[in-house]
């Protein structure tokens, strides 16, 4: 059995472990990253800080085997004035010489920012041997942060942005990174991501302004710019589904494609219903439903849990019935909740 949660503080040691599976901007495998983003993420889920500072670490958990196997997460608003959303924007530059009757159309990067930004998506890593599960637990991880958009809507912004890994090399680098970063900051790409999980000023102070061509790259560079690499493919593709598609923005740092939607026209935040829960009738159709409940503060916690099972009843109005097995039921500690 699997339950997704809001994150704890003492989950540190297991969310670290996960973290190493993949070493992101949105979660380090770094001890003093990770207790910083849990303490900020406790605060969220209790409404102890601003919305626009809010950042929702949830945990995936194998009840059976009493271990996370699994993280996601949103950021409320990525993009500030105090920190903004730094990017490239991926341009065409057209050109025609009247002399040589020629017509070229070139690709260019250009530094871009967004001081008042939309909400985020990452941090979203499930176990190797828990990829492919019959549960679907990626879809379930991903998913589920939707299922908590709708439910506090007023908290998110009008726009939700997803910025997914390109294909990188063996050792972990970033192509791009050694063509246009490394060139105008003097620092490795391991250097360069290690500094930006705090801070990402020098991008700012150090890059060029103006349009880059990508044909000055070589084909290798300019081959996996906006290219979303082989294990973020299954991403894209949920993404896409649900109403993402590519904003012509990549990451400054590895060239990793940004998507985005607007969030009130993502299917699993439009189609989300509160709805009271009660006991499955068997022999009744399903279909595969992701339920969430979030209990009051004095209750014993977690206060948001989230599932995914066959559920009966559910017809996607505000107020239906829909009906689980006891034990997730029991599991979930309410009768009214939301699903999607």
């Known amino acids: 059995m699997f339950l997704i949660r809001e994150s704890f503080e003492g989950d540190v040691e297991q969310i670290l472990e996960i973290a190493h ?18 303490t900020r993420s406790t605060a ?7 919305p626009v500072e809010r950042e929702y670490l949830f945990v995936l958990e194998d009840l059976s085997a009493r271990r996370l196997v699994g993280t996601s997460i949103i950021h409320a608003q990525h993009g500030t004035r105090r ?40 941090g979203l890593i499930l176990l190797p041997e828990y990829r492919g599960h019959a549960e679907a637990l990626g879809r379930l991880l991903s998913y589920t942060r939707f299922l908590f958009i ?17 294909p990188l090399e063996p050792d972990g680098s970033s192509r791009l990174w050694k063509h246009l970063g490394q060139k105008f900051t003097g620092l490795s790409y391991s250097e360069a991501d290690l500094l930006s999980k705090d801070n990402k000023e020098f991008i700012k102070s150090l890059f060029p302004h103006g349009l880059i061509y990508t044909s000055l790259f070589p084909e290798e560079v ?55 829960l009660v006991e499955r009738s068997e022999g009744s159709p399903s279909r595969w439903t992701i339920v969430a409940v979030e209990t009051a503060r004095e209750r ?33 500690g309410a009768r009214t909740g939301w699903a999607v």
């Open 21 to 38: 599976h993949l070493d992101t901007v949105n979660l380090p495998a770094d001890r003093g990253h990770i207790e910083r983003i849990l």
């Open 44 to 50: 969220s889920f209790g409404q102890q800080v601003p």
């Open 83 to 122: 920190s903004p959303h730094v990017f490239l924007q991926v341009l065409e530059d057209e050109r025609y010489s009247e002399t040589l009757d020629r017509y070229l159309v070139h690709e260019c990067l250009r530094l871009a920012y967004n001081y008042d930004g939309p909400t985020e998506i990452g």
């Open 150 to 166: 709708a439910m506090h809507r007023q908290i998110f912004r009008d726009r939700v942005i997803s910025e997914l890994l390109p």
């Open 222 to 276: 300019r081959e996996v710019i906006g290219v979303v690499g082989p294990e973020t493919k299954g991403v894209e593709k949920m993404l896409r589904r649900i109403g993402f598609e590519y904003a012509r923005q990549i990451d400054p740092f590895d060239g990793g494609p940004h998507f985005i939607a607007d969030t009130d026209r993502i299917t699993l935040v439009r189609d989300a219903r509160p709805v009271e």
């Open 300 to 332: 014993p916690r977690p206060h948001f849990r989230a599932v995914g099972a066959q559920a009966t009843g559910w017809s996607g109005v505000a107020g239906a019935q829909v009906g689980l097995p006891p034990d997730l039921l029991d599991l979930l």
